[in-house]
């Protein structure tokens, strides 16, 4: 886990950093691609740490917290842009700040350890293979999380990209109203991460990832077929929920399979939540004209919650139990 870590911050220091110094389209679209690969990596990885590392009644509110200092990271650039716009630097300011995480590489070097969990199946001579998470028992855990990551996000995905759509088009808010209601919305909404994660401990990982659903599905129908005066209610409610289930679905992701595999199996649920919301778009962008608009696919979109929310209930409770006791049921 440590030296794969590292790897991927440098990656994406150095890509972030790379990006100023762009002046076409092309290598400017490279270098962010880059940025994001190395990124979406570093974050998985990170999410195996935290569930490997902490104690069993600590690890959702782990994963919660980590979600937070993102969500902090993305609000103090948005606060910085404007500042950092006016300077003779520009916008590509804002990119050479990524270069802050190298000052601390060597720190990390010797700070951060390997997790004892890898070091033990290592040294057990216990080799990773990719190809038995298809088998089972694996199977059963896998596939439910694809299909929860896949649902979820196709209605997260477009549900966040048309949020400012539907407010200044179908409402008629000016931009102003939109960036209040993101500035402010957003920001209670993180309180979904810590909240969320230490509810996850406390109530289990199934209950809280059906409140969540089930709250991202009452979002969905606020801002895209509600009032107006709910708008911005419901796009508060939907950072909260989607906060709250992104760790859930970290949690289960990460809990739910041996060490040998558990990045792996990590890395496949990221990336259904990726093709989810790539789904999602393509669905708003194929239908939006033959179903009245955008607002009426992603309200429609809002009933693979309830696929979600079934399958939730098909997993191990696994809130508070130790990995090592989770482990022998799925060898």
């Given at each position: 886990r440590r030296q794969v870590l590292l790897l991927t911050v440098i990656g994406y220091t150095l890509a972030t950093v790379a990006t100023a110094f762009t002046v076409t389209v092309t290598p400017f679209v490279i270098c962010q691609l880059l940025a994001n690969v190395f990124l979406v990596a570093e974050l998985s990885l990170a999410h195996v740490v935290i569930v490997e590392e902490f104690p069993?009644?600590?690890?959702?509110?782990?994963?919660?917290?980590?979600?937070?200092?993102?969500?902090?990271?993305?609000?103090?650039?948005?606060m910085l842009f404007p500042f950092i716009q006016a300077t003779t630097l520009g916008w590509r300011g804002l990119y050479l700040i990524g270069i802050v995480p190298l000052a601390f590489l060597t720190y990390l070097r010797r700070a951060l350890p390997e997790t004892r969990?890898?070091?033990?199946?290592?040294?057990?001579?216990?080799?990773?293979?990719?190809?038995?998470?298809?088998?089972?028992?694996?199977?059963?855990?896998?596939?439910?999380?694809?299909?929860?990551?896949?649902?979820?996000?196709?209605?997260?995905?477009?549900?966040?990209?048309?949020f400012s759509y539907v407010a200044t088009t179908v409402h008629q808010w000016t931009p102003a109203h939109v960036s209040l209601a993101i500035v402010i919305g957003g920001g209670v909404g993180t309180l979904g991460w810590p909240i969320g994660g230490r509810l996850a401990d406390v109530l289990g990982r199934r209950l809280t990832g059906s409140l969540g659903v089930t709250a991202i599905a009452g979002a969905i129908l606020l801002i895209f077929r509600g009032p107006s005066s709910w708008t911005a209610p419901g796009f508060s409610l939907l950072v909260f929920a989607e906060a709250w289930v992104t760790t859930i679905v970290a949690?289960?992701?990460?809990?739910?399979?041996?060490?040998?595999?558990?990045?792996?199996?990590?890395?496949?649920?990221?990336?259904?939540?990726?093709?989810?919301?790539?789904?999602?778009?393509?669905?708003v962008g194929a239908f939006a004209d033959r179903?009245?608009?955008?607002?009426?696919?992603?309200?429609?979109?809002?009933?693979?919650?309830?696929?979600?929310?079934i399958l939730l209930w098909t997993?191990?409770?696994?809130?508070?139990?130790?990995?090592?006791?989770?482990?022998?049921?799925?060898?």
């Open positions: 069993p009644r600590l690890r959702g509110f782990g994963l919660g917290v980590l979600g937070l200092l993102g969500s902090l990271g993305s609000g103090a650039a948005a969990r890898w070091e033990s199946a290592h040294a057990s001579g216990a080799a990773p293979q990719w190809n038995v998470l298809w088998h089972a028992p694996h199977r059963g855990r896998l596939l439910p999380l694809v299909a929860i990551s896949i649902a979820a996000w196709a209605v997260i995905g477009p549900a966040y990209a048309f949690a289960l992701a990460t809990e739910c399979f041996p060490t040998a595999i558990r990045s792996s199996a990590k890395a496949l649920i990221t990336n259904a939540q990726i093709l989810g919301g790539m789904l999602g778009l393509a669905a179903m009245g608009g955008a607002s009426t696919v992603i309200a429609a979109l809002a009933a693979l919650d309830a696929v979600a929310l997993l191990p409770e696994t809130a508070g139990v130790d990995l090592d006791a989770l482990e022998p049921q799925l060898d």
